[in-house]
């Protein structure tokens, strides 16, 4: 069943209206056609679906019908209606793209306007709408489209190098495209066209002869065996007119002819008996649809009637009607009007006395009004449990809409928004958030707490809505003590040689499992002054990720992390603290919960300053734990790396030989391990907290040579694992302190 394109719609204009499965429309009311008895009429039906209002028909098939629509942005719509009053589902077409129906509820959609240029193929069987679409792909064979003949399988005509073409049947089966090539047709046919395919047989049109001297042909086609059965001649090809129906007993086809104007061709199958009705001027907009023997026809400004093909008597069906379509089953339906039981579509079928009836099996109808009918936000949601997402999801009352989400923070007023269009089947409109917001090159995940979810919804027409719903949802994430935005992401800190501090916020939950920056944003300036820089985690209670720095006087100065990438004003810790040489913090070295911090003075002994969560007295007094630190170059505090006790400490020394302290808990270490040697290809170790979302904190080491991630492994003999980043690219010398 093929429906017109916006091509074939303007090419009727000047030479004849096509309605859809081929079906040519009749222009005038051949004489032949006279009144005849009136068949009586079909009593309203209850409980049908319906038509809507306003809508064109797109095709019908076995289960349901089609129907399709211009949106506001001028893109085309198609919806699905199933006549047992299921859901609708609405079928989205690629731009500038078109569809044909057939095969029972087979729809394909392509990427021409033009149904027979179509070469990139999506088909969907709406008698089961959540099954996944099949693609076939006529590009690589140099095909088009011609016909639907199952849920896997089209007609195509295939071009060849020598310029002449082919019919094939194309199967998708699985992966594989197959061919099939369709044989019994003249060498040179080409231009082929084709039906709606019914009981593996499908009639197609084509042209043959010299350049000069055209001719056309038909053939019926049983696509089983890939043969043409039975050939017809035709006075034209007729591509771009279509009017190709088959029943049981007759084939039917238009034709053109200068000074007459249309004609219907018809022969008897069984007798070959052919038939020449005139239509004549093809302005009136007629329409026809074969069944059996009879030719069901009419326009808008007569009733439908159908007319025996073999002895001319006409019958009335319907007091009026605007288009006639072919059921694969070889019924017809009209969208029509009659007094008993009003406008909407009905079934042409074969009674039991041989003579043609109408049933009513829609009403046309305008949809029931656009509404949210239920509210999938959840209240709570914790975005390290779910992987980093959260699917949000709203029920309509009907399919034809759309939904703009606005999720927005409300502490900052920052948001993320999406359209959502329908979906493949039924009106629940799902929408999956990853945290973030819309900030080039990536998203940038926006923080935890109380969000406000905003949808609104509009019918595509522009004609219903907006409609509009709120929902609250409060987002949380694990702590983070290397995260100064409150997003759950790591953030690192880098100082150029002028002394500005720039932040770096890593992808979260990164879905390619690669390391980067989110965004790139200025923390600070004048941070030159500081010889030593130490991110510390949370030391004042604050939940955020706060900073220390010494600067050249030994004075320590405390920066408290507001939660929104920046610090708040230095306060003075104390003083004294340029007996030392080299500082870090951020891990918890004695299971009391906070944040501590370690000191090697140049002696080499190390102290331990105990977190006291105070914001104006960070740090409870030093503590000797250790001596002969001084044979390390640097230290970090690393977190629990280890599934030991408490937080870990990594140490490299001169020879670039990087070695584990696992914490014991009381703040002092285990007997040192080895990690590993060529430690000194990098200028900078971080404790960064937990980069790669596996619940355990990590390494990140930068250098000349590169940026690398360490993941830790939780295992003290073999504690990471190395992972490439994108991380400070082209960057390796532009800062002296990463943290």
């Known amino acids: 069943m093929q429906f ?30 006279a009144a005849g008895p009136v068949a009586a ?62 095969a029972g509820d087979v729809v394909v959609t392509g990427d021409a306007n033009w149904v027979y240029e179509m070469r990139s193929l999506t088909l969907r069987n709406m008698a089961t709408p959540s099954a996944p679409a099949v693609g076939i792909d006529l590009r690589p064979l140099n095909g088009t489209f011609v016909s639907v003949l199952g849920p896997t399988s089209v007609l195509a005509q295939l071009a060849k190098a020598d310029g002449t073409t082919e019919l094939h049947v194309v199967t998708k089966d699985g992966a594989a495209t197959n061919t099939r090539k369709v044989t019994g047709l003249p060498a040179d046919a080409t231009e082929f066209f084709g039906s709606a395919v019914r009981d593996g047989v499908v009639l197609v049109g084509y042209e043959t002869g010299p350049a000069n001297a055209r001719t056309g042909g038909r053939a019926l086609v049983d696509t089983a065996a890939g043969k043409a059965t039975d050939t017809y001649a035709s006075a034209e090809g007729g591509r771009g007119y279509g009017g190709l ?13 200068a000074g007459t104007g249309g004609i219907i061709r018809s022969v008897d199958r069984k007798t070959g008996e052919a038939k020449r009705t005139v239509l004549g001027p093809h302005t009136a907009e007629w329409y026809t649809a074969l069944v059996g023997d009879r030719l069901v026809y009419g326009n808008p400004k007569t009733p439908v009637r159908d007319v025996s093909l073999t002895t001319g008597e006409v019958h009335d069906l319907l007091d009026s009607g605007s288009l006639a379509l072919v059921a694969g089953d070889g019924t017809a339906v009209v969208r029509g009007a009659r007094a008993a039981d009003g406008k909407g579509l009905f079934r042409i079928e074969t009674a039991q006395d041989g003579t043609l009836k109408a049933v009513k099996t829609a009403d046309e109808a305008p949809l029931p009004g656009l509404a949210f009918d239920q509210v999938d936000v959840p209240e709570t949601v914790d975005l390290d449990r779910t992987g980093g997402k959260v699917t949000l999801a709203w029920t309509l009352s009907r399919p034809d809409a759309y939904v703009d989400v606005t999720i927005k923070h409300l502490a900052t007023g920052k948001a993320a928004s999406a359209r959502v269009d329908a979906p493949a089947a039924g009106t629940r409109f799902s929408f999956t958030w990853d945290g973030t917001w819309a900030v080039s090159p990536v998203g940038v995940h926006l923080p935890n707490g109380a969000y406000e979810v905003e949808a609104v919804t509009l019918g595509l027409k522009g004609n219903v809505g907006p409609v509009v719903t709120h929902a609250k949802m409060n987002v949380t994430r694990a702590h983070n003590p290397h995260d100064y935005s409150d997003n759950g992401s790591t953030d690192l800190l880098a100082r ?45 209670g604050s939940d955020v990720g706060d900073l220390v720095a010494v600067d050249g006087s030994g004075v320590l100065w405390h920066y408290l992390g507001k939660g929104d990438g920046t610090f708040a004003a230095r306060q003075r810790v104390g003083g004294g603290w340029q007996v030392y040489d080299r500082i870090t913090g951020g891990s918890d070295l004695d299971g009391d919960g906070r944040a501590d911090l370690v000191a090697v003075d140049k002696a080499g002994d190390l102290y331990l300053y105990k977190g006291t969560g105070n914001a104006s007295a960070p740090y409870a007094a030093r503590k000797k734990t250790g001596h002969g630190w001084g044979i390390y170059n640097q230290i970090t505090a690393v977190g629990n790396i280890a599934g030991g006790a408490a937080g870990d400490l990594v140490a490299r020394d001169k020879d670039g030989v990087l070695w584990l302290y696992l914490g014991k808990g009381d703040g002092t270490f285990a007997a040192r391990t080895k990690i590993g040697g060529g430690w000194n290809a990098f200028s900078q170790l971080v404790g960064a907290g937990d980069v790669d979302d596996d619940g355990r904190p990590d390494l990140i080491a930068y250098g000349a040579g590169g940026t690398y991630l360490y993941s830790s492994t939780g295992s003290y003999t073999a504690p990471f694992t190395r992972w490439t980043t994108t991380l400070y690219a082209g960057e390796g010398t532009a800062f002296d302190n990463v943290l």
């Open 496 to 540: 150029d040689k002028d002394g500005v501090l720039w932040r770096d916020d890593l992808r979260d939950h990164s879905a390619d499992g690669t390391t980067g920056s989110a965004r790139r944003t200025k923390a600070g300036w004048g941070w030159e002054a500081y010889p030593q820089i130490e991110a510390v985690g949370d030391i004042a």
């Open 245 to 257: 129906q088959f029943s049981d007993t007759h084939v039917a086809w238009y034709e053109y002819e």
């Open 41 to 102: 009429p079909a009593q309203k039906a209850a409980g049908l679906p319906v038509y809507p209002e306003g809508t064109d028909p797109g095709g019908v098939g076995a289960s349901g019908f089609l129907t399709y629509f211009f949106a506001n942005d001028t893109s085309r719509k198609l919806l699905w209606t199933p006549y047992d009053g299921g859901p609708r589902t609405l079928l989205q077409t690629p731009e500038d793209g078109g569809w044909a129906m057939g």
């Open 4 to 33: 017109r394109s916006t091509r074939l719609a303007l090419a009727v204009t000047a030479v004849l209206t096509v309605t859809a499965l081929g079906a040519g429309t009749l222009a005038t009311a051949p004489a032949a056609l």
